[in-house]
């Protein structure tokens, strides 16, 4: 067993870490405060072939596997949280299901476009009244002569209003639950599209999350993503690859939080409680990126990776919620101001332990792997 990062994976972790730092930490503090889009940011992960990790060369990727991706998030989430989602998402869950599900002609068309991050991708699954129960969503496509026909909301969508193409679930068929479900691509500027509410969060301000709203919504077949009624399978994979990322944003959270509570014990001096949350802190960043990484490890083998995906997506999350509370326990009554990083950090890692499946639902999804028989 080889836990060391290959030369290549170190070598890449160093040149994000780079740009992370220089160009996408900086700017951390004010995308927060003004709620603003990481614009430079992301034209700056664009212009490193960031956006393109996980496609293959031949569609203009860098054709990079899972482990790298989890790096490019972690390192992105450490320097601000906020770039590293509107990343994530569209490199995960907005574009892998092309790559897994996509014909051919669908990824020659989409793909080169969302690898230069000339296109941003988004995922469009939950709905007003079906979150954890993703199956019951009752967005419908109407199936008309050669295309379908959408209608329905969708809520809490990342990348809203910035996207340039939403991967849409939608029922298809009268089939009860997940059967009637099929994916498809629906770029931002067809006709009956349009971005409702922008949401309010707590933290991950510069992320833009809110309402996708479909009314009479025209997509070609051609736009079907994977056959009818398969929609669901094309929704829960690229969730189990995409829990990879949470895990990596999750650690970046983590990782910049400890390093803000280590750096003000040496400068400020310590008390042997301080010393003891930091040994916990730094043992459970370190266990939760090991399995982080076994996960995306087992995801790049082509071997079954669900149940640790899922562990490492419940184990990182908790992770970050509790190292980032400790941390701003270490730095006190300057990490409780408004504004200060140790704030940041916990607003901005809560969301990770309910979106792309609750804490719960992994829970769920790691027994239901355990007791298969
Ligand atoms: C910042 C943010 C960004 C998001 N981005 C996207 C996106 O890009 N695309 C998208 O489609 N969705 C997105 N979501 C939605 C997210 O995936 C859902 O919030 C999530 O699936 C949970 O659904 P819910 O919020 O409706 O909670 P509910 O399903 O209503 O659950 C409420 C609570 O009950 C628990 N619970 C539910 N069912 C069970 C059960 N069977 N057993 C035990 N406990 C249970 C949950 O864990 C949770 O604690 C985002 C959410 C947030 C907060």
């Excluded at 979150?131 to 969708?154: E, F, H, I, P, Q």
């Excluded at 707590?202 to 833009?208: E, F, K, N, Y």
């Excluded at 939760?288 to 490492?312: D, E, I, K, N, V």
């Excluded at 908790?318 to 990083?341: F, H, K, N, Y």
Aim: hydrophobic share 45%.
């Amino acid at each position: 067993m080889d836990l060391e990062l290959t030369p290549e994976h170190a070598s890449f972790r160093a040149t994000v870490r780079e740009l992370a730092q220089g160009v996408v930490q900086p700017m951390a503090a004010e995308v927060d405060r003004d709620h603003r889009f990481p614009d430079e940011a992301i034209n700056a992960a664009a212009e490193a072939g960031l956006m393109g990790v996980l496609i293959p060369r031949e569609y203009g990727g860098a054709g990079l596997d899972a482990l790298a991706f989890e790096i490019c998030i972690e390192e992105l989430a450490q320097a601000c949280a906020s770039t590293a989602v509107i990343v994530d998402v569209h490199t995960s869950v907005g574009t892998e299901p092309i790559l897994l599900f996509g014909s051919e002609e669908q990824k020659k068309h989409w793909l080169p476009r969302l690898a230069s991050g000339e296109m941003l991708g988004a995922f469009a699954l939950t709905e007003p009244a079906s979150g954890s129960d993703a199956a019951s969503l009752k967005t419908t496509a109407r199936r008309n002569g050669n295309g379908y026909v959408l209608n329905g909301a969708k809520v809490f969508i990342t990348n809203i209003g910035r996207a340039a193409m939403y991967v849409v679930f939608a029922r298809t068929g009268p089939e009860e639950k997940a059967a009637g479900v099929s994916a498809f691509l629906v770029p931002a500027d067809a006709a009956g599209l349009r971005v409702g509410q922008i949401f309010q969060k707590m933290g991950l301000h510069g992320s833009p999350t809110g309402e996708l709203v479909l009314e009479d919504v025209s997509v070609p077949v051609a736009n079907r993503l994977g056959a009818e009624g398969q929609g669901f399978t094309v929704a829960m994979r690229a969730l189990d690859s995409g829990r990879i990322g949470i895990s990596g944003q999750a650690l970046g959270i983590a990782q910049a939080a400890f390093d803000e509570a280590r750096d003000l014990m040496r400068e400020r001096g310590h008390e042997q409680g301080d010393d003891f949350a930091l040994a916990d802190m730094a043992t459970r960043v370190a266990s939760a990126r090991l399995l982080a990484y076994q996960a995306a490890w087992l995801c790049s083998h082509g071997q079954p990776f669900t149940r640790q995906a899922s562990m490492a997506k419940l184990h990182c999350t908790d992770t970050a919620m509790q190292v980032t509370l400790d941390a701003l326990q270490i730095a006190g009554d300057e990490g409780a101001r408004a504004g200060s990083p140790f704030e940041r950090h916990m607003r901005d890692a809560k969301a990770l332990q309910i979106y792309e499946g609750s804490n719960q639902v992994q829970r769920i999804v790691i027994a239901r792997e355990l007791l298969r028989g």
